[in-house]
Nanobody, 119 residues
Framework: QVQLVEFGGGLVQPGGSLKLSCAAS????????MGWYRQVAEKQRELVAA???????NYADPVKGRFTISRDDAKNMVYLQMNSLKFEDTGVYYC?????????????WGQGTQVTVSS
């Protein structure tokens, strides 16, 4: 089992910046990828950015050039630096970890943190 706790959401004006952090604990030795998803209202949760254990990074097209994901494996942390925020970046951001053990993938989720971009 992996437990995830997110930090750093809040209210920000368009053009502003926020940094999200996520701390993983528990069976972290099986973590393969760490990432962030966003959910708006009742819509499906969508990938924002993810980084795997060998440094491969994937960004959703709308955030490329504005968001930066990073991870610190020594601290079992993943971060999302969000710059030049737009109204459409508003949503609940969930930290995600994917583990691989005995050929089985498992997803773990944080509790979510609200990001609101508003003037």
């Amino acid at each position: 089992q992996v437990q995830l706790v997110e930090f750093g959401g809040g209210l920000v004006q368009p053009g502003g910046s926020l940094k999200l952090s996520c701390a993983a604990s528990g069976s972290t030795f099986n973590i393969y990828s760490m990432g962030w998803y966003r959910q708006v209202a009742e819509k499906q949760r969508e990938l924002v950015a993810a980084i795997d254990s060998v440094g491969g990074i994937n960004y959703a097209d709308p955030v490329k050039g504005r968001f930066t994901i990073s991870r610190d494996d020594a601290k079992n942390m993943v971060y999302l630096q969000m710059n030049s925020l737009k109204f459409e970046d508003t949503g609940v951001y969930y930290c995600n970890v994917k583990t691989l053990a005995t050929f089985q993938w498992t997803d773990y989720w944080g509790q979510g943190t609200q990001v609101t971009v508003s003037s």
